[in-house]
């Protein structure tokens, strides 16, 4: 079937605005991630829902991110008045149920530039 | 807190050779998973390699394979017979049994010969 998606796959905005960043994790996969790439660097957590609700949300930065998942599929990241420092690789992440050990399937992410 | 260490910022093989990336972890727990991804320029992170913990025998696939060593937190990922295909960025990561996040190392870029 496919695999997860992340719409825009790059955006270009400038400071201060607000972006949506949305994901589609594989069907029937009720566990979601998004992590944040930056140049040179591995991925760093951000939020994890399990099902509709944000089971761990400790990795968001700052009250500028909150990420919703409002029928347990779709998930959208948004981003108030960014900043240059924001500039990074957004990746959104899927698996199965979330159980412990599962293996996350990402997709191929959204490259934010704030200039 | 969990750390992973990947040591060797960039490597390089001949096509047809074997290559050997490393990766250390800081962890108390018992309960753990550890990955090998490979990251392409597409940006796309795909999985390579899966181990648990509490599992001895090293984790296969294909020309793919993994060094487990638990007590020295050791966890290398040995590529045979190298491929163009195989160039691309190779990230260690760690996921603890009760935990959703996975906790990456900053990544091998692994560059292959002709």
């Known amino acids: 079937g496919a695999g997860v998606s992340q719409t825009p796959s790059n955006k270009v905005t400038e400071k201060g605005k607000y972006v949506e960043l949305r994901c589609d994790p594989i069907s029937g996969h009720t566990a979601l991630y998004w992590y944040r790439q930056s140049l040179g660097q591995g991925p760093e957590f951000l939020i994890y829902?399990?099902?509709?609700?944000?089971?761990?949300d400790s990795g968001l930065p700052n009250d500028r991110f909150f990420a919703v998942r409002p029928e347990g599929s779709v998930s959208t990241l948004k981003i108030q008045r960014t900043e240059r420092g924001d500039s990074a690789v957004y990746l959104c992440?899927?698996?199965?149920?979330?159980?412990?050990?599962?293996?996350?399937?990402f997709g191929p992410g959204t490259r934010l530039l704030v200039l | 807190a969990q750390t992973v260490t990947q040591s060797q910022p960039e490597m390089s093989v001949q096509e047809a050779e074997t290559v050997t990336l490393s990766c250390t972890y800081d962890t108390s727990e018992s309960d753990y998973y550890l990955f090998w991804y490979k990251q392409p320029p597409s940006r796309q992170m795909i999985l390579v390699i899966r181990?648990?913990?509490?599992?001895?025998q090293n984790a296969t696939e294909n020309r793919f394979s993994v060094n487990f060593q638990k007590a020295a937190k050791s966890f290398s990922l040995k590529i045979s017979d190298s491929q163009l295909g195989d160039a691309a960025m190779y990230f260690c990561?760690?996921?603890?049994?009760?935990?959703?996040?996975?906790?990456f190392g900053k990544g091998t870029k692994l560059s292959v010969k002709p």
């Open positions: 992440a899927s698996s199965s149920s979330g159980r412990g050990g599962e293996t996350q399937y």
């Open positions: 829902f399990q099902g509709t609700g944000a089971a761990d």
């Open positions: 990561a760690y996921l603890w049994g009760s935990q959703g996040n996975l906790i």
């Open positions: 181990q648990e913990a509490y599992k001895q």
